[in-house]
Nanobody
Framework: QVQLVESGGGLVQPGGSLRLSCAAS????????MGWYRQAPGKERELVAV???????NYVDSVKGRFTISRDNVKNTVDLQMNSLKPEDTAVYYC????????????????WGKGTLVTVSS
């Protein structure tokens, strides 16, 4: 089992910044992809940003130029730096990892954090 601990959410004014962090722990064999998803009230969960073990980054169009994802493959952490925040960014943000357990290294599965609330409002 992989445990994901998220931090950094909170209330921020429009135009402000927040940095989300996620730490993965457990009997991990490898982590192929780490990323952040979000879900706003009444909307489907959407991908915000992902980063592969090799450092390839992908972002949803609405956050390009404002958000930056990064990871530390030694610490098994992934961060999301969010700048120029807009009210439309308000959502619960979920950390996600695609990982293999040491007990079943052939089985690649998705693991989710509990989510952290980001509220952008004046």
């Amino acid at each position: 089992q992989v445990q994901l601990v998220e931090s950094g959410g909170g209330l921020v004014q429009p135009g402000g910044s927040l940095r989300l962090s996620c730490a993965a722990s457990g009997r991990i064999f490898s982590i192929e992809v780490m990323g952040w998803y979000r879900q706003a009230p009444g909307k489907e969960r959407e991908l915000v940003a992902v980063i592969t073990s090799g450092g390839t980054e992908n972002y949803v169009d609405s956050v390009k130029g404002r958000f930056t994802i990064s990871r530390d493959n030694v610490k098994n952490t992934v961060d999301l730096q969010m700048n120029s925040l807009k009210p439309e960014d308000t959502a619960v943000y979920y950390c996600n990892v695609r990982a293999r357990l040491r007990s079943v290294p052939y089985d690649n599965r998705n693991y989710w954090g509990k989510g952290t609330l980001v509220t952008v409002s004046s």
